[in-house]
């Protein structure tokens, strides 16, 4: 009996070290797949990048929430049941010496395949510094 007591609290260990919480603080202690220079201040880049976000999700009818805050865009995944929404992707804006810097982190939980991946560099490639003067907030 007590063998069999160790064997489901090692399985419940496990299941919950694989998998882990999907929020906002753990999905921003994930080393970011994407560092790029902006366009615009804080504000803009993040205006601009929420609005690419929303677009995508509305035109594709995804399940997909995303929220623009001043600083950050959080896109989380279908929600069932009560409390806090899974947020598995935040991108982060900074301004450091002058320039708009994101950083998009996405919990280690989703594949390197996941869309959510590839719309970000999406986003983030259009909203970023181009070596031109094309502003893409425009």
Known sequence: ????????????????????IVDKINTLQ????AVVTMQGNVTEATRCVGRFWQNYATKKGTAWNVYVESYQVMVTGPHLGSGAPPIGLVIDFEEIEGNTVARAHMHHI?????????????????????????????
């Open 1 to 20: 009996m007590s063998k069999l007591i160790i064997c489901i609290a090692s399985l419940f260990f496990l299941a919950s070290c694989s998998f882990g």
């Open 110 to 138: 989703f594949s390197q395949k996941d869309k959510r991946r590839t719309v970000t560099l999406e986003a983030l490639d259009a909203c970023r510094l181009h070596s031109t003067n094309a502003n893409p907030l425009h």
């Open 30 to 33: 994930e080393k970011p797949f």
